[in-house]
């Protein structure tokens, strides 16, 4: 018999059973949630590192090629005859050779008439640029409007000095759209662009995403930006020579730009990048996951197979960064650490030797043949020394020309003057470079870093002293 008072209600089991399925499903939803904004985060997290180190790229190339350009103009102001307007000065010749379609040296004289390597002249007397010259300050114009053959420029320019007293000034222009070639040459990725404003936002070399646009800040006082983001914090930051991200809208894009100031007159550098491809990526994970939440256990492996992917990616940028974009062995950083976990293992699990190596004359290189030509040279240098040391052996870029070999389960001193004389000898058969090399050994209680540095270092100083192209052992 049915009690009827009771015979709309369901079973206990039912219930449980429902509420188990029903917590499954709102527990799903919850972790699928949280995922997702965790896989965010980290997605536009990764951006931002990404950009700024895509800035930091752009930013230390451009550093690079006005030092290598300074140094090559300090050089010249050391040895140059004054101009007195006859053309037969000593460095008439060698400015012509320096002639190109965007770049042109020239030789002013304390009265402003700058004289070029295609024997046309023009007045300076009034540029900024100069009278820093003459106040004995080497410096870098501001944009110079129409200045190269109608194309904007700048300019580089060191006092030349003589007696102690500022007799010219030596000048490298460069026009705009060369600085712009070599911004183009660092990018990140098709989404990303640099571009060099001033403070006030003027820009003085543009990019694609700033194209036809005069300044920056009038650029985006149109634009949406992201949430607790105005453009007066970025003036105001900017005003403080402060670096940062903004996040702004163009057509229905989000966009980050990251500027940092580059310590040259009162000029930023900024990287834009669109996070198109970071969204859509975001998105297909997101329905990948709708499925999931149907009943699909399919999809919650793709989602876990998507991140172990995303570490993937990441750890092999982490090791990638570990070496040396140039040259393929170990930064000084990485070297560092890995040296000095060596250095505390006991027994032949240890560092027994350093060597100090660099490249002979190789400024003279630089100046003569140009910075590429010296790129050519490490990377060749590089592959000497894999080529005649062990895989457990540290290579190390120390700085510029300069290379560091820490030799592992060595002992005794003719296994590393054996090491040295093969890279020498591999450096003479290359006939182009040679190199000098110092070496210490490590005592079997040693784990002083720096100091075994310093004595390899001394070790080179003295192989210098014996003629360069050979090995010295400290001692």
């Not at 101009?83 to 012509?96: H, I």
């Not at 040296?339 to 699990?349: C, D, F, P, S």
Request: proline fraction near 1%; include cysteine.
């Amino acid at each position: 018999m049915i009690n009827r008072r009771n015979g709309g209600s369901y079973p206990t089991n039912l219930l449980i059973l429902v509420s188990l399925v029903m917590t499954v499903i709102i527990g799903i939803c919850v972790l699928n949630f949280y995922y997702f904004h965790e896989v965010e985060r980290s997605l536009f997290l990764q951006t931002h590192r990404d950009l700024k180190q895509e800035n930091d790229k752009a930013l230390n190339y451009i550093e690079t090629m006005m030092q290598t350009k300074f140094e090559w103009l300090e050089l010249f102001a050391n040895y140059c005859d004054l101009p007195d307007g006859t053309g037969k000065e000593q460095w008439w010749e060698q400015v012509q050779e320096y002639e190109k379609e965007d770049s042109r040296f020239g030789v002013a004289d304390a009265s402003g008439t700058l004289y070029f390597g295609n024997y046309e002249t023009q007045d300076i007397s009034t540029r900024d640029y100069l009278k820093k010259a003459l106040d004995g300050e080497k410096n870098v114009s501001g944009l110079l409007k129409g200045s190269f053959n109608g194309r904007d420029s700048i300019v580089l320019s060191v006092p030349i000095i003589r007696d102690g007293t500022v007799r010219g000034a030596a000048c490298l222009e460069v026009s705009a759209d060369k600085l712009k070639e070599y911004l183009s040459d660092t990018q990140l990725s098709r989404y990303g662009a640099n571009m060099i404003f001033q403070k006030d936002g003027e820009i003085l070399i543009t990019c694609d995403a700033c194209e036809n646009q005069i300044s920056l800040f009038g650029m985006l006082e149109t634009r949406k930006f992201g949430p607790g983001q105005t453009l007066a914090d970025m003036e105001n930051g900017i005003n403080s020579r402060q670096s940062g991200y903004i996040t702004y809208y163009e057509n229905d894009y989000r966009r980050l730009l990251y500027y940092q100031p580059m310590g040259i007159n009162d000029w930023f550098m900024a990287t834009f990048v669109e996070t198109e491809g970071y969204e859509n990526t975001f998105h297909q994970i997101k329905e990948l996951s709708a499925k999931f939440i149907a009943g699909s256990t399919f999809l919650l492996l793709c989602g876990g197979l998507l991140v172990l992917g995303i570490l993937r990616i990441r750890k092999k940028e982490e090791k990638r960064l570990q070496k040396d974009y140039l040259t393929g062995v170990y930064t000084r950083e990485t070297a560092k650490k890995l040296v000095e976990h060596g250095l505390k293992a006991g027994g032949k699990n240890r560092f027994y030797a350093c060597m100090f190596l660099d490249i002979d004359d190789f400024k003279k290189i630089n100046d003569t043949f140009g910075h590429h030509k010296g790129d050519l040279v490490l990377v060749q240098a590089g592959q000497i020394l894999n080529s005649c040391t062990r895989q457990e052996d540290v290579i190390v870029r120390f700085g510029g020309d300069e290379f560091c070999i820490w030799l592992y389960g060595m002992r005794g001193r003719k296994q590393p003057e054996a090491i040295a004389q093969r890279i020498i000898n591999a450096f003479r058969l290359s006939g182009k470079v040679h190199a000098s090399i110092g070496i210490t050994l490590i005592e079997e209680e040693e784990t002083e870093y720096d100091a075994i540095l310093k004595r390899a270092d001394q070790a080179l100083y003295q192989a210098k002293g014996k003629g360069k192209n050979q090995f010295a052992v400290y001692n």
